[in-house]
């Protein structure tokens, strides 16, 4: 293997999707039935077949047609066999969702290259490197990760954001402001990472029927309830994360895949006072919305249209 790419890593931490944002208002409720329909992402099932386990079973998604895109990011998935697996219909869903999310917020759309699984044979980072080492051009523009991190980092926080420098002559379509056109952006991800967990504390099993260490956005004692298959914030089953069993994950990709678009690290997050800043916000003309901070997978506005703006093919 080449001699590794220097890493340049983001400061994030997933603040506003891998945290239950303590100490905000209560959020408005926003019928699932809100967020965009899902379109279809080029080439996807032919990409799932390479992960193992069994087939999807069932009628496959019967997404509608994508609407014409202003362009696509080409992302391929690499699947951290010493973390966890992640289900091939499922990880479908969640690629669809985030087309959608993507489509919606700035006009380009997904499409997924390659799924591969591999082992780490040194750090998680190292994945990404060899990926781009052995596979022909052209090159995705960024990477998903699926795995806990370095350290248990995107199994503690949800996700984390960095680049990577592509080979000799590669050009990335998308020009991050921070980091240029010559690195592909990666999104290390917690596949099975819960939003508005409840009653967790420290374990991976619920021990209290109420919210305890800062669950439920820092309200100790709100009750808990089973939803998406495991205990959640009662108050947060109606948000737009909690809408399906895989919304989270596909906004967390979003807003990973954000990053490097935005020229304040972590304080490109969705409400922060860089963001007001950025976005020309004061108290006479804008106040915290959660559905609104959702709806941006956690980002601020102006992080989309610097994506849209840092596009030369």
């Known amino acids: 293997m080449k001699s590794h790419r220097r890493w340049i890593l983001v400061a994030l931490l997933l603040a506003a999707l891998s945290c239950n944002l303590p100490g905000q208002p209560a959020p408005t409720v926003l019928s699932p039935s809100a967020s965009p329909a899902p379109p279809t992402l080029t080439a996807l099932p032919t990409a799932l077949s390479t992960l193992s386990g069994p087939s999807p079973t069932g009628t496959p998604i019967d997404a509608p047609p994508v609407r014409p895109a202003l362009g696509v990011f080409q992302i391929s998935v690499i699947v951290d066999l010493s973390s966890e697996p992640v289900p091939r219909d499922a990880l479908q869903t969640a690629l669809e969702e985030a087309t959608a999310i993507l489509l919606e917020r700035t006009g380009f759309a997904l499409s997924l290259v390659d799924v591969v699984e591999q082992v780490p044979s040194d750090t998680r980072f190292l994945l990404a490197d060899r990926y781009l080492n052995t596979t022909p051009s052209p090159l995705p523009n960024g990477i998903v990760i699926f795995s806990f991190g370095d350290d248990d980092r995107a199994r503690t926080y949800g996700g984390y954001s960095a680049w ?150």
């Open 164 to 313: 990577i420098s592509g080979p000799e002559g590669f050009h990335n379509a998308f020009v991050s402001p921070v980091a240029g056109d010559r690195h592909v952006y990666v999104a290390f991800m917690h596949w099975s990472h819960r939003y508005a967990r409840c009653g967790y504390g420290d374990s991976q099993t619920p021990i209290s029927a109420t919210s305890i260490d800062g669950e439920c956005r820092n309200q100790p004692g709100t009750a808990c309830t089973t939803h998406n298959g495991y205990s959640m914030c009662a108050n947060a089953v109606d948000d737009l994360y909690a809408s399906t069993p895989t919304y989270f994950v596909a906004a967390s990709i979003v807003h990973e895949f954000m990053h490097p678009f935005g020229l304040n690290g972590v304080y490109d997050h969705y409400g922060t006072e860089a963001c007001q800043s950025a976005m020309g916000w004061t108290p006479a003309n804008w106040s915290f919305s959660l559905t609104e901070g959702l709806i941006y997978a956690g980002m601020c506005p102006n992080v989309y249209e610097n994506f849209v703006a840092g596009y030369q093919p």
